[in-house]
């Protein structure tokens, strides 16, 4: 079951990004931050009733407020990477670095994944950044032009390392803890991102169309946490945040769908070397 989990959130993370990436070119970074996290946050307050009843302990809290850190961290430089950067260098870094880091700490930690799962990691890792490329990259942007390419890299580069540790963090929450450590990381990550608005004195007002694929986005995200959080909970870390970690896929199914972008041959290979990374990790 935690497989089927953890592909799931990899779908609509993918789903998210592929949101965020619409917006991120044509809105205030910090804005769309903040109003997906705010709807992601409402969604799951909305579902709270209607939960079975939780006993947090006081370290899932603490999980919690680190991965709404390192999380909304992650996203913001996410966004901000896509704004002024070109996606097939921006995807593949981030999603290689966020599995790169959860994978070593769950080794750490003493997981002993199989020779036949470690390859199947492996192939995943090359899956990630091969669905990422395209024969047709995006036009550079003059401020990238200007030098921030190299800044965009960076900015992607530090992105994978926070979602890693988001990674991480929630995988570190008990089973007993219920929905509330995405609550209390949602919180902090909202809370932390109003005020940075707030002291740079920027508009978090985010027009008609924009508005709601920013609140989807932000749902779809939210969703994907949720299911990744249960799979952490009855699967090993190491498999399952590579799981998840395959969400640039789906980002560029979608593109082929609703925008008719063509995959590119290796963009094809990327997709056939994500199923079979599926097999091998699951055997």
């Not at 991965?67 to 992650?74: P, R, V, Y």
């Not at 966004?79 to 999603?95: D, E, N, S």
């Not at 530090?158 to 991480?168: E, K, P, T």
């Not at 709601?212 to 952490?232: E, F, H, K, R």
């Amino acid at each position: 079951m935690f497989v089927l989990l953890a592909l799931a959130s990899a779908a609509c993370y993918g789903a998210a990004d592929f949101l965020g990436g619409l917006t991120s070119k044509r809105a205030n970074t910090l804005a769309i931050v903040v109003v997906s996290q705010l709807a992601g946050l409402l969604l799951l307050l909305i579902a709270f009733p209607l939960l079975p009843t939780s006993s947090p302990s006081t370290m899932d809290f603490v999980w919690g407020a680190i991965a709404g850190l390192t999380g909304g961290t992650g996203v913001a430089l996410l966004y901000r990477a896509l704004a002024i950067g070109v996606m097939a260098v921006v995807a593949p870094t981030t999603a290689v670095c966020a599995v790169v880091i959860p994978v070593l700490v769950a080794v750490g930690l003493g997981e002993r994944p199989s020779l036949v799962a470690v390859a199947g990691i492996v192939l995943a890792i090359i899956a990630i950044a091969l669905v990422s490329q395209s024969d047709h990259p995006e036009p550079v942007l003059h401020e990238e032009r200007s030098g921030s390419g190299t800044s965009a890299f960076t900015l992607a580069l530090l992105s994978g390392i926070a979602i890693g540790f988001f990674f991480v963090a929630l995988a570190r929450t008990s089973a007993d803890a219920g929905l509330w450590p995405l609550v209390t990381a949602r919180a902090v990550s909202v809370g932390l991102f109003a005020v940075m608005a707030l002291l740079a004195s920027q508009s978090l007002r985010l027009w008609g169309g924009t508005l709601g694929i920013v609140v989807v986005g932000g749902s779809l995200d939210m969703i994907a946490n949720l299911l990744y959080m249960i799979a952490t909970r009855s699967g090993p870390l190491s498999v399952v945040v590579t799981l998840a970690s395959l969400y640039p896929a789906s980002t560029v199914l979608l593109a082929r769908v609703v925008l008719h972008e063509r995959l590119s041959r290796r963009q094809w290979i990327g997709i056939v070397c994500a199923m079979a990374a599926v097999v091998m990790i699951v055997r």
